[in-house]
């Protein structure tokens, strides 16, 4: 069972300054669209940014995924997606868009790193 929101609103907006993905920790740039969750849960009011390529894994469980019924909370979509396709013993999909999304951060993080001292004497 699942606690829902007294209130719920939720839209794709675009940013105006950054943000932090929920469930990825990317930084969402000023600029880009993301999905804005706002909401009343046990009467305190939160909100949550995530960015699309995980707005759109998200909906893509929430299609997909037998046992999805409220879903993860904010912030547990990966530990989620990855328990049930353990579950699964690998049979979902779910294993490649994960795979892929982690490919994606890792490359997201590794553009906004500082270079080591190899990189940048050139070794």
């Known amino acids: 069972m699942c606690d829902l929101p007294t209130l719920y609103s939720e839209r794709d907006v675009r940013a105006r300054k950054q943000h932090r993905c929920c469930e990825c920790r990317i930084s969402i ?12 849960w046990d009467g305190r009011f939160s909100t949550y940014k995530t960015c699309t390529p995980c707005a759109e894994f998200r909906n893509w469980i929430a299609q997909m995924m037998p046992s999805y019924e409220c879903g993860p909370t904010f912030g547990d979509l990966y530990q989620y997606a990855t328990d049930e396709w353990r579950e699964s013993r690998g049979k979902l999909s779910v294993g490649r868009r994960l795979v892929a999304l982690r490919r994606r951060n890792r490359q997201a993080v590794a553009e906004h790193a500082e270079p080591t001292p ?6």
């Open 118 to 123: 190899r990189q940048r004497d050139g070794l």
């Open 29 to 40: 740039k000023a600029g880009e669209t993301y999905s804005r969750v706002e909401g009343l």
